[in-house]
């Protein structure tokens, strides 16, 4: 391994963990907070004004995310775990032109409305809540997918 292929692969990896670090961060507390907001009018305002912070968050982490891994396993070529990875990023990239381009103008709406504190309706609420699960779990997949592809090319001392 040369010198250089060593610098990028130090910097294709803190890439993708650096992204994985901003865009989980982000997706755990809005969750968390949607989550806490189907039933509090409280909450439902804190997830309206930290979703303003969150949103760039998430799309940054995705941005950084990708390119790491194009970046650290750009030798691997197409596996089960990249076209898995793909398919998932694909989900995860649709949810949030979901959220960012209909829920997020839906709730700032309401925000320059006054009823930012008011729960939202049963049906934003059910599709927010499949999307807030699409999330979770795509980000904690490919998280998980990230680390097998890592432990798989560098298996573990015996």
Request: neutral net charge; glycine residues 8%; without cysteine.
């Amino acid at each position: 391994m040369s010198e250089t292929s060593s610098v990028i692969d130090v910097l294709g990896l803190y890439i993708l963990l650096a992204g994985f670090i901003i865009g989980l961060g982000a997706v755990t507390v809005i969750d968390t907070l949607g989550f806490l907001g189907r039933k509090s009018s409280y909450w439902t305002e804190a997830t309206t004004r930290t979703h303003k912070v969150t949103k760039p968050l998430i799309w940054l982490g995705m941005t950084l995310a990708t390119a790491g891994g194009v970046i650290t396993f750009r030798d691997d070529g197409f596996t089960s775990y990249t076209w898995l990875q793909l398919i998932i990023v694909a989900a995860l990239v649709a949810n949030g032109v979901f959220l960012s381009f209909r829920v997020s103008p839906f709730l700032l709406n309401r925000e320059n409305s006054g009823k930012s504190g008011e729960l939202l309706p049963e049906a934003w609420q059910q599709k927010i809540t499949v999307s807030f699960i699409i999330s979770f779990f795509g980000w904690w997949t490919e998280l998980l997918l990230v680390v097998l592809k890592l432990v798989h090319a560098n298996p573990p001392l015996t």
